[in-house]
């Protein structure tokens, strides 16, 4: 059944007070004390098991249930063995290695994982969350069948309207639209092209074009003006993510949230340059620096996680992946449940 009619309500709605999703910030910025803090304010909280052990993603959904009694999310990537140019990756690396050097580092090996993907899966069917969402790729019918009778929700992540149908035969309770002002990686199945992609606001009209699944939009949503266009539109709830990196909760690293703070940086820009993948940050001197990273995810992010760390433990915010969505300049150092309350007043204020 195509939409375009009345929206069809669900997921999200059903399970918390007010139609604010805290985004699943991998590498550090999700951390149980967040996700905790924007369920227990009447949002949804999500954790981000990207990059994570399976075991170590456990031991968060135990430490975010002794945090809070209220619904969360978590957010497992899709493993996807795209074809990669194995020469292309060798001279990007060549590439870097002053970089590498100049922080006294060796690089990592450009090596492909499937993120424990295996594991998670197991993990969350025994231990089942309120909702699981998934970032670059749709999970077979088996897998959402499985959750689902686990008792948990099922999101997938697209960029693309033509994603929607997929995930729709998946199984899937809803879809996350992530338009290109979003922030970090593009999450949808294969959007690592060079092309702009959509608008949130284009992407969830031409997503209801195709599907009656409920969306939850993504994308440079800060504040409750920006909530009500997203509702109106025809969403269920909004996403957002930068608008909590700054929160006391968030395990941005200081260097993370002094620049997100910092005049010095003037915009965002999407790159390849840290992880081979195409991701949105503020744009830095290692953005400018290497414009042509190949498509090689996860191999290429990798090979950069020594350099990502000791540019970190050195307060190196230029080499440093800072990501953030176009709405940057609005985030505020607040608690996280002081953030969502501010939302959700501003979002009832203009909406009547």
């Avoid at 139609?19 to 550090?28: D, F």
């Avoid at 002053?98 to 922080?103: D, F, G, Q, R």
């Avoid at 433990?313 to 309350?341: C, F, I, K, N, Y």
Wanted: hydrophobic share 45%; aromatic share 6%.
């Amino acid at each position: 059944m195509h939409g375009g009619g009345a929206p069809r309500h669900g997921v999200i709605r059903e399970l918390v007070r007010h139609p604010v999703v805290q985004a699943p910030m991998g590498g550090g910025p999700s951390t149980p004390a967040l996700a905790a803090a924007v369920s227990d304010a009447g949002g949804l909280g999500f954790l981000a098991a990207g990059y994570k052990t399976a075991a170590a993603m456990s031991d968060d959904i135990a430490t975010t249930r002794r945090l809070t009694s209220e619904p969360f999310g978590v957010n497992v990537f899709v493993p996807n063995r795209a074809p990669v140019d194995d020469a292309a990756v060798a001279r990007y690396l060549d590439e870097l290695r002053p970089e590498a050097a100049a922080l006294d580092v060796e690089l990592g090996a450009p090596a492909w994982t499937d993120d424990d993907w295996d594991a998670k899966l197991d993990a969350l069917v025994r231990d089942p969350v309120a909702v699981v969402s998934f970032a670059f790729g749709c999970p077979s019918r088996d897998v959402v069948a499985e959750l689902r009778r686990a008792g948990s929700r099922v999101v997938v992540t697209i960029t693309e309207p033509d994603e929607a149908p997929t995930a729709a035969a998946a199984g899937a309770d809803a879809v996350c639209v992530q338009g290109i002002e979003a922030g970090a990686h593009r999450g949808g199945f294969t959007d690592d092209s060079a092309h702009d992609g959509y608008g949130v606001l284009a992407l969830l009209g031409a997503t209801r074009a195709v599907t009656d699944l409920p969306v939850v939009a993504a994308g440079g949503i800060m504040d409750g003006r920006d909530l009500a266009a997203v509702l109106a539109a025809g969403a269920d709830a909004a996403q957002l993510g930068t608008a909590f990196l700054r929160s006391d909760e968030s395990g941005a690293h200081p260097t993370y949230k002094a620049a997100l703070a910092d005049p010095s940086f003037t915009r965002t820009g999407i790159t390849r340059a840290f992880s081979g993948r195409r991701a949105r940050g503020l744009v830095n001197r290692f953005m400018v620096d290497h414009p042509d990273a190949p498509s090689a995810y996860p191999q290429v992010n990798a090979a950069t996680r020594p350099l990502r760390t000791a540019a970190a433990a050195r307060g190196d915010a230029h080499r440093m992946s800072l990501w953030a969505g176009q709405g940057w300049r609005r985030s505020r150092p607040h608690a996280a449940g002081a953030t969502v309350e501010r939302i959700v007043s501003e979002w009832r204020a203009v909406s009547g």
